[in-house]
C-alpha cells in the first residue's frame, strides 16, 4: 500500500509477513488526547494516511480481534474505493456496557487491499435474469429458508 501521512501518526504496519491485515493508529495529533467513548456510541476519528488504492483492489476494514473481544470496540464504515483521493478515517462504535477510553497512537481497526471486480451495474428483464441463472438446489431461499431455520436463525 503506498500512503502520504497529512498528520503525525505512526505507519500503517503488518504485524508480520504473513499479516492479511494492515494496522492502523490513532494520530499523535489527534484534537483528544483521550476521549470516552460512551457505550452504543461511535466515533469518526481522522486516520492522518491518504492512500494510494490501485486500480481494480479496494482497502476495507476489518475488526482486530483484540480490540472487538477485549474492549469491545467494532468498525463501522469499511471501503475505500481505488478512486478516493482523500484522508482515510478510522469509524468505530463502543458495543459494550460501559465507557471506553481510546487515546493518540491506538490501534482500533486494521484495513486489508483486496482485488474486486469492477463489472456493469445494468438492469435486465425478467426473462433475461431468468435464461442467465443456473437452478440451485437452494432457488431463492433466504433466512426463513430450512438452512436457516437448522442452525437456529430465526
Known amino acids: 500500500m503506498l500512503y502520504e501521512k497529512i498528520r503525525h501518526v505512526k505507519s500503517p504496519i503488518r504485524?508480520?509477513?504473513g499479516s492479511g491485515g494492515i494496522d492502523f493508529f490513532i494520530p499523535n495529533d489527534w484534537e483528544h488526547t483521550s476521549y470516552k467513548l460512551m457505550p452504543q456510541k461511535g466515533i469518526v476519528?481522522?486516520?492522518?494516511?491518504?492512500?494510494?488504492?490501485?486500480?481494480?483492489?479496494?482497502?476495507?476494514?476489518f475488526n482486530k480481534s483484540g480490540v472487538s473481544t477485549k474492549r469491545l470496540i467494532i468498525k463501522t464504515a469499511e471501503m475505500i474505493d481505488s478512486d478516493f483521493r482523500g484522508e482515510m478515517h478510522i469509524a468505530v462504535v463502543n458495543v459494550g456496557a460501559e465507557p471506553i477510553t481510546i487515546a493518540r497512537g491506538d490501534q482500533l481497526v486494521q484495513f486489508a487491499e483486496l482485488p474486486v471486480l469492477i463489472n456493469p451495474v445494468q438492469e435486465i428483464t425478467s426473462d433475461t435474469y431468468t435464461y442467465l441463472q443456473q437452478p440451485t438446489?437452494?432457488?431463492?431461499?433466504?433466512?426463513?429458508?430450512d438452512v436457516a431455520n437448522k442452525h437456529n436463525y430465526q
Not at 476519528?45 to 476494514?61: D, E, F, H, M, R
Open 15 to 17: 504485524k508480520t509477513i
Open 45 to 61: 476519528i481522522p486516520s492522518g494516511i491518504k492512500p494510494i488504492v490501485q486500480t481494480g483492489t479496494i482497502l476495507t476494514a
Open 137 to 145: 438446489d437452494r432457488d431463492t431461499s433466504g433466512l426463513s429458508s
